[in-house]
């Protein structure tokens, strides 16, 4: 994904520059006020239209066709626009136009514009868009007014081009009430085009800030609004917000950010940590207890409160053996020892995680390989964990690796195999050289290839091989090729 696209705000200046570059350029400039206060990653976009060759002849002149008449009115010359475009870099932000022909598009690259937006009403413009693809430049398009079998054809036309695009769903209505907001959109178009920035580009009542809210809530990258300045001679229209107002809608996407925090961790603070042990329960002695004896369940009781270094209810396990001797009612403070048992569930359940995460159904049979190549206690660091879906002729198997885990150089004699990344990343080497795969991508590691592999966020990948053989697997270290194969494996049938 473009950086330019993470986070980004669009303002969408249309002919809201009244046709007077002063007037435009005064936007600009309190635009970029606003942006260097909050440290926005912001982009203003223009829109550029050859009106003597977009407008047929016989309609030159006419008031009754709609819009004709206000692009006639706020008409620039491609020098004004240029110089309000200078204005915008000046400012600290990003330039962006929607070309709507493709004279316009020349003009666009004549004035170094940054990124090129496509509207709505031209998404399936297939001679304007063949143009646009052709410049090389990112683009991102609205889709109002476009189902989704029109956008997956958008999708594919800008992908099969290897253009570097996002999207913004969008409704066509100026303004938008919020029956047809349809804010769902943007959880389809995220789970079905996976691999771009999906935003959200808004036309409702300038003073509602909520949707916007929703829309970063629902994932949104990219936020668009149309921008203006009204005056005492200049009334803006229902759906652009004016620029003196535009900090309310600024300063609530920023707070809806922050309450949505980061989309792939959680962070526990510790006045958190401090609040949830205010009340968790501490094991006590209920008998007197020695030094050596086993703490069953029937020799403590739980209460509150729980002292510093005391044992949790959660943290006790009947196992632990006393490390000294305890009076009645005297706080238990022993360690959980992290059993064998509990290393491999801990794994498991991260496993699980990570193929709901990635919306990867297991079927009900299958041999679930946890390889632990030095021992399960550097398992999240060296190993990998493999699920066997079929092994006759052919063979497939679905691998987990786990954050930072490195899976060591090894070689395969008889099998062949082949990968495809389903969800991560995956750093494979072989051979020395390092290929960064990504979803989709596909890598194929021929017989008698030293390889191995790692990712830095965690992976999901599928491999189709060959028929897979026991002790097909040659270690260049040579601690892990003299174990038994099933000294550094642990063998599943149920999760």
Same mark, same amino acid.
């Given at each position: ?10 303002f ?8 007077s570059?002063?007037?435009?350029k005064s936007?600009?400039?309190?635009? !970029? ?25 016989? =309609?030159?002149?006419?008031a009754d066709?709609?819009h004709?008449p ?14 309000m ?6 400012n600290?932000?990003?330039?962006m136009?929607?070309?709507f022909?493709?004279? /316009? ?16 009403? /031209? ?6 868009l ?10 991102i398009l ?10 997956d054809?958008i ?5 099969h ?11 066509g ?12 959109c ?11 920035? %999906?935003?959200? /580009? ?6 509602? =800030?909520?949707?916007a ?5 629902? !994932? ?20 652009s ?16 950010? &922050? ?14 940590i ?5 009340l ?8 007197p ?7 069953e369940?029937?020799? +403590?009781? =739980?209460?509150?409160?729980c002292?510093?270094?005391?044992t &949790? ?18 706080a238990?403070?022993?360690?959980r020892?992290?059993s064998l $048992?509990?290393n491999f569930r ?15 159904? %297991?079927?009900k049979? =299958?041999?679930l390989? %946890?390889s ?14 493999? +699920?066997?879906? %079929? ?5 497939k198997?679905i ?9 060591? $150089? ?7 195999? @082949?990968f495809?990344?389903l969800?991560g990343?995956?750093n494979?080497?072989?051979l020395?050289?390092t ?7 596909i ?7 030293p390889h191995?592999? @790692?990712s @830095?966020e ?8 060959s ?10 270290d ?13 063998i599943?049938?149920?999760?």
């Amino acid at each position: 994904m473009n950086k330019i696209f993470n986070d980004l705000i669009i303002f969408e200046l249309a002919n809201n520059h009244q046709g007077s570059v002063e007037h435009g350029k005064s936007i600009i400039k309190a635009l !970029g006020n606003i942006i260097r206060k909050y440290d926005l990653n912001a982009a203003v976009k223009f829109q550029y239209r050859d009106l003597d060759t977009m407008i047929h002849p016989d =309609f030159i002149g006419r008031a009754d066709v709609k819009h004709i008449p206000r692009f006639l009115s706020t008409r620039l010359t491609p020098d004004q626009f240029y110089e309000m475009a200078e204005c915008v870099k000046n400012n600290g932000m990003h330039t962006m136009c929607t070309p709507f022909d493709e004279k /316009s598009v020349d003009l666009i690259m004549d004035h170094g514009i940054e990124v090129i937006k496509v509207a709505s009403c /031209s998404a399936v413009d297939w001679p304007l868009l063949e143009k646009i693809a052709s410049t090389k430049k990112p683009v991102i398009l609205s889709t109002g007014g476009k189902n989704f079998a029109q956008i997956d054809n958008i999708y594919n036309f800008m992908s099969h081009r290897n253009v570097d695009f996002a999207m913004l769903h969008c409704v066509g209505l100026y303004p938008v009430g919020d029956q047809f907001v349809q804010l769902n959109c943007i959880d389809k178009m995220m789970n079905r085009y996976p691999d771009i920035a %999906i935003g959200y /580009s808004g036309h409702e009542n300038p003073n509602d =800030f909520t949707i916007a809210q929703m829309a970063i809530a629902k !994932g949104a990258k990219i936020l668009e609004r149309h921008v203006g300045m009204a005056t005492d001679t200049i009334e803006l229209n229902a759906y652009s917000t004016d620029v003196k107002d535009i900090h309310k809608w600024i300063e609530e996407i920023i707070r809806a950010r &922050t309450i949505c925090g980061n989309p792939n961790n959680k962070y526990i603070s510790l006045e958190e940590i401090q609040s949830m042990n205010e009340l968790a329960r501490g094991c006590y002695a209920a008998v007197p207890i020695k030094q050596g004896d086993i703490i069953e369940r029937n020799k +403590v009781f =739980f209460a509150m409160p729980c002292a510093d270094g005391q044992t &949790t209810s959660g943290q006790y396990q009947d196992t632990m053996v006393a490390s000294r001797d305890y009076e009645v009612n005297e706080a238990i403070c022993e360690e959980r020892k992290i059993s064998l $048992t509990g290393n491999f569930r801990s794994v498991i359940h991260d496993v699980k995680g990570m193929l709901y995460e990635a919306k990867i159904v %297991i079927p009900k049979e =299958f041999d679930l390989e %946890i390889s632990h190549h030095y021992g399960m206690e550097h398992f999240r660091h060296y190993g990998c964990t493999m +699920v066997s879906i %079929i092994n006759r002729e052919y063979c497939k198997k679905i691998l987990i690796v786990l954050p930072g885990q490195i899976n060591p $150089t090894h070689t395969h004699k008889i099998k062949e195999e @082949t990968f495809q990344v389903l969800s991560g990343s995956l750093n494979l080497t072989v051979l020395d050289r390092t290929y960064h795969l990504k979803p989709g991508e596909i890598f194929t590691v021929e017989r008698n290839k030293p390889h191995s592999f @790692t990712s @830095t966020e965690g992976c999901v990948f599928e491999e189709v091989s060959s028929t897979h053989v026991r002790n097909d697997s040659y270690y260049d270290d040579p601690r892990i090729q003299e174990m038994d194969p099933m000294e550094r494996k642990t063998i599943l049938k149920d999760w």
